[in-house]
């Protein structure tokens, strides 16, 4: 690893002692296959993924010294930009490759998020170049498997554990089923999509190519996303946790459960409820003088 790219995910200036105790991982630290199936499964089943801040109109800082702050020192939880900058600080500093990624969400991932109806859908071009590329990913080598393994531990909804960046690789997870397509558009350029089995079927997630992205990169979609009026994460609280049993979503007062045996439900909580379902099932203490904003 050369001098430029050790410094660029801050690595250096990563707790990482406290990082590692913040997810519970006690194990090795060598920059293996092995280690980093286990950094990703204690990330995405530990820190909760959460907009709090975002909704109530708090700034939210991207720099590793902020995101150490909320994440990792005050156990809060973030969303994708700020797990994703976490996350490389701790792969840089273990000693993995590291590759910033940007991801474009689909229409299939609001229905695995329970936030849309089900209905058939066919995957087109128009429904992915409609949505902005703001879902922050990874591409991860290790010392000791010559492919790369995609990492996403900012979605919310796992995976649990890196899926290797191979164009028809299909992997069952305890239960939770992804695959990786790639598809060659008309100018030539790979396209990526990670997609999700449920009862209906195989939903896309998100399209991604690989072109590198940068920490500044990540801060430009961080700033649209937490200051733009049309961004969903200005609208209501948006809070998710992952465990390898089950995906909890609480979406203003509307809290969804999706199991991995592919069953659902879905329930309205009363206000009063939201603060006491947000540190019992997800992890996440609410000061009471700032209330949870985002119910209406």
Not at 64 to 69: E, K, M, R
Request: hydrophobic share 35%.
């Amino acid at each position: 690893m050369s001098a430029a790219t050790e410094s660029l995910w801050s690595g250096s200036e990563l707790d990482l002692d406290g990082y590692l105790t913040r997810i519970g991982h006690h194990q090795r630290r060598d920059p293996s296959t092995a280690t980093l199936r286990a950094l990703h499964r204690a990330h995405v089943t530990s820190i909760p993924f959460e907009t709090l801040d975002i909704v109530a109109g708090r700034p939210v800082g991207l720099d590793l010294a902020s995101v150490q702050d909320k994440l990792v020192r005050r156990r809060r939880g973030g969303y994708c930009y700020e797990h994703v900058v976490l996350f490389a600080a701790v792969l840089e500093r273990l000693g993995f490759g590291v590759t910033g990624l940007h991801g474009r969400v689909t229409s299939d991932a609001l229905r695995l998020l329970g936030l849309r109806s089900s209905t058939s859908r066919r995957r087109d071009a128009v429904r992915v170049i409609d949505r902005p590329a703001t879902h922050a990913l990874l591409c991860v080598t290790t010392a000791d498997d010559e492919n790369p393994y995609l990492c996403d531990v900012g979605f919310g909804g796992g995976p649990l554990y890196p899926i290797e960046l191979v164009s028809g690789k299909k992997c069952d997870q305890q239960g939770w089923q992804f695959a990786l397509e790639r598809e060659v558009g008309e100018t030539g350029i790979g396209i990526w999509w990670l997609r999700q089995h449920t009862p209906e079927g195989w939903l896309d997630r998100y399209a991604f190519t690989l072109n590198p992205q940068y920490p500044v990169d990540y801060g430009v979609g961080h700033h649209f996303l937490s200051t733009h009026s049309s961004s969903v994460f200005r609208r209501r609280l948006f809070a998710q946790r992952f465990r390898p049993d089950r995906h909890e979503v609480l979406h203003g007062t509307s809290r969804f459960t999706a199991h991995a045996d592919g069953t659902s439900h879905e329930t309205t909580l009363r206000r009063d409820e939201v603060p006491g379902v947000l540190r019992a099932e997800f992890g996440i203490d609410v000061d009471p003088e700032d209330g949870v904003p985002g119910l209406d």
